[in-house]
């Protein structure tokens, strides 16, 4: 079942880590909040990565229904 990664913002600390390590998935968008890019495939080490990174542990994985 495909996953998309998910980014809580309530305690998100926008420190910009899951953007450096994993540009293809997570930018800063201009309002100045993380946001996962629209996409329709995660590279899921990348993911994990930033997951791993992420002081606020705030990232983490959804499944879609299909």
């Known amino acids: 079942m495909p996953k ?3 980014i809580d913002l309530s305690t998100c600390s926008q420190c910009e880590g899951c953007v450096e390590v994993c540009p293809s998935v ?3 968008n201009e309002a100045g909040y993380i946001e996962v890019l629209d996409l329709s495939d995660f590279a899921e080490e990348c993911v994990e990565e930033a997951m791993k990174f992420c ?3 705030c990232i983490h994985w ?3 229904d299909t």
């Open 4 to 6: 998309t990664p998910v």
């Open 26 to 28: 997570f930018r800063k």
């Open 55 to 57: 002081p606020a542990g």
């Open 62 to 64: 959804e499944e879609e």
